[in-house]
């Protein structure tokens, strides 16, 4: 398993990048996402990575971060969700949008992937809901709760509801929760809790 590739860019078209390390270039698929915050043709980089091995066929798939890796992972674990449909589907969704659309039951932000119809998108929503209620975690009108954690209210437990989407228990995100401006978006607290969880 390849973990990471750290080198230099010598390519990029949609949805890939070709990094060279040590004298080899390693064509990673990749997302617009991802495409967006790396740097010049020419300059070095570093991605996350995740091996798909088939009969026919051995891919690399790159992210710039470690949450996005996670999202790719989680979404091709749902039926019928392949890696062309979950870059396809993080090209238009942020990690905290996706974890949004999915605690929100907002089927309708993952037809605007290419490949992605309704019905796709709507199972997409119901497994991964399913794997949050398999953490503990269930939403009751006007909060979340955890079997295991008392939580606080507002986005900043909305917030701890839609990181459980992306595989993190309550107890993991609360921790890093602690400096942050309740008064923020959902969105915007899912974001500075997955970079505080990326520091560590």
Do not use: W
Not at 26 to 38: A, D
Not at 114 to 128: F, N
Not at 135 to 141: R, Y
Not at 156 to 172: C, D, N, R, T
Request: glycine content about 10%; some cysteine.
């Amino acid at each position: 398993m390849i973990y990471s590739l750290n080198g230099t860019i010598i390519l990029t078209e949609p949805n890939a990048v070709v990094i060279e390390c040590g004298g080899v270039g390693y064509k990673c698929l990749t997302t617009m996402n991802t495409l967006r915050v790396l740097p010049k043709t020419g300059e070095k980089a570093m991605l996350y990575t995740h091996m798909i091995v088939r009969e026919d066929a051995v891919e690399l798939c790159g992210f710039a971060d470690k949450s996005e890796l996670a999202c790719f992972r989680i979404l091709t674990g749902v039926s019928g969700v392949g890696a062309k449909v979950a870059i396809a589907i993080l090209s238009v969704l942020t990690p905290e949008q996706l974890a949004l659309a999915v605690s929100s039951g907002d089927s309708k932000a993952f037809t605007k992937a290419s490949g992605v119809g309704k019905k796709l998108a709507e199972r997409i929503t119901l497994e991964l809901r399913d794997k949050v209620k398999k953490l503990g975690v269930t939403e009751t009108p006007g909060e979340i709760t955890a079997a295991s954690a008392v939580l606080p209210q507002g986005n900043i437990s909305k917030a701890v509801g839609a990181l459980a989407v992306l595989g993190y228990s309550p107890e993991e995100v609360t921790p890093f929760m602690g400096g942050i401006d309740p008064s923020l978006s959902v969105e915007e607290i899912i974001g500075q809790t997955l970079r505080a969880i990326g520091k560590k």
